[in-house]
């Protein structure tokens, strides 16, 4: 049920939550759905430096008390104490007076993104803005907010050394996986006839926003409520189903088919690790598909992915044995699904000509900067069919009627 894609380069997630059940389904031809809506979570300890890849999350309840922000000026290196209020651009209170630091999630990531391109972010590798209780502790005192993040505090103080009490946080989205998976009916069956597909490794719930407890309720409606029905009914109405010999084609092709990729990755024997080649595909990704995209820097990084990959395969060293359990093994089978699911990812994106919650392309967006969505053009689901790597896939729309809420522009101004 796992359907993460860990195809970024900064994630919360571990490379074993990842796309490969998902992906090589629909390499046998089940639909993959809505893959260019991302969900990012704001609130992430920064990376130290390039040989970091996994950002620790940090709960988003700090930002019900913390204030976020970053220097006016460009290229301030003092440290956060040390810079006056009358320097200090709070941006989100700043631009959204109403909702300041409760913004969504979304919002919060992409200014966060925007000030630090803007160079005005903070820490070792400019990648991050405060994240700042000075305020809330001389408002409500050391220990109410002890009892509120004390926990989160003394996390962040082991993993950094600095203590939160003292200074402020500093905080930088992490893109964690796309809200697309495999296309589902209501039955929670695919287009292929008894696969089934539960949980996050289906599109079904997220549509373009996924909210925190989301992941959570879409694993137990599924399991508890849908899944005890729809798959007895279909079991039920094929009552001719067996056990399948291992003899039979489908399992015979299945094991050539494993045997043959294995047997590729080893004969490469090229000169570079398989973790450089997920480094360079998640740069892109968070540079030109992470938190907001345009139609150049979609364009740019699919003929990118498209390089990554023909490089992978010309130079990629997988190490150890073949026979035994070998990690790498296992990692260059996910980076090379990353490399082929990426460029469906991207292929969304680009042919997604709005902006839509987890989904923010900057050629649409209202004067204020908000997502500016397209409902008359775009209101479907879009089902992508594979037609074979480096191929464009076929699109197939699934309209989406809207019969009791009325569809509404966002603003948190």
Not at 85 to 96: A, G, P
Not at 184 to 196: E, Q
């Amino acid at each position: 049920t796992g359907g993460y894609s860990n195809v970024f380069f900064l994630s919360t997630n571990a490379m074993y939550c990842n796309v490969t059940a998902a992906w090589r389904a629909h390499k046998t031809g089940a639909y993959f759905a809505n893959p260019c809506y991302t969900q990012i979570h704001p609130t992430c300890i920064p990376q130290h430096g390039e040989h970091q890849s996994k950002l620790t999350l940090m709960s988003e309840s700090l930002r019900n008390d913390g204030r976020v922000w970053v220097p006016s000026t460009k290229g301030d290196t003092r440290r956060g104490n040390e810079v006056p209020d009358n320097e200090r651009d709070y941006y989100l209170e700043r631009k959204y007076p109403t909702f300041g630091n409760m913004v969504p999630r979304d919002v919060a990531s992409r200014n966060a993104k925007y000030a630090c391109d803007e160079g005005r972010g903070v820490g070792a590798t400019g990648r991050a803005v405060y994240l700042d209780f000075r305020d809330a502790i001389q408002r409500d005192g050391h220990d109410t907010i002890s009892q509120k993040y004390g926990n989160l505090f003394q996390m962040y103080e082991k993993i950094t050394g600095e203590n939160p009490y003292q200074v402020p946080m500093k905080i930088y989205p992490a893109p964690h996986y796309t809200m697309g998976g495999l296309w589902v009916d209501y039955n929670l069956m695919s287009n292929l006839p008894g696969l089934f597909v539960v949980g996050e490794a289906n599109f079904s719930d997220h549509g373009a926003n996924r909210l925190g407890a989301s992941a959570l309720m879409q694993g137990l409606a599924d399991g508890y409520f849908v899944l005890p029905y729809t798959l007895a009914g279909y079991l039920g109405s094929h009552k001719d189903l067996g056990p399948v010999a291992e003899t039979h084609s489908a399992c015979t092709d299945a094991v050539a088919a494993a045997k043959g990729r294995v047997d590729s990755l080893f004969a490469v024997k090229g000169s570079r690790t398989v973790d450089s080649f997920h480094r360079d595909l998640g740069e892109v990704m968070l540079d030109k598909v992470g938190m907001s995209r345009d139609a150049e820097g979609l364009n740019f990084t699919i003929n990118k992915i498209r390089e990554i990959r023909e490089a992978f395969w010309q130079d990629v060293r997988v190490t150890g044995d073949a026979n035994y359990l070998n990690p790498e093994l296992e990692k260059a089978g996910r980076v090379a699904d990353f490399l082929e699911f990426a460029e469906t990812m991207a292929t969304d994106a680009l042919e997604r000509n709005e902006s839509c919650g987890g989904h923010f392309r900057e050629e649409y967006q209202t004067e204020e900067g908000e997502a500016d969505r397209d409902d008359e053009n775009f209101t479907h689901a879009s089902a992508w069919e594979f037609t074979g790597v480096g191929n464009k896939p076929t699109l197939h729309k699934e309209p989406l009627p809207f019969e009791f809420v009325e569809l509404k522009k966002r603003s948190y101004k």
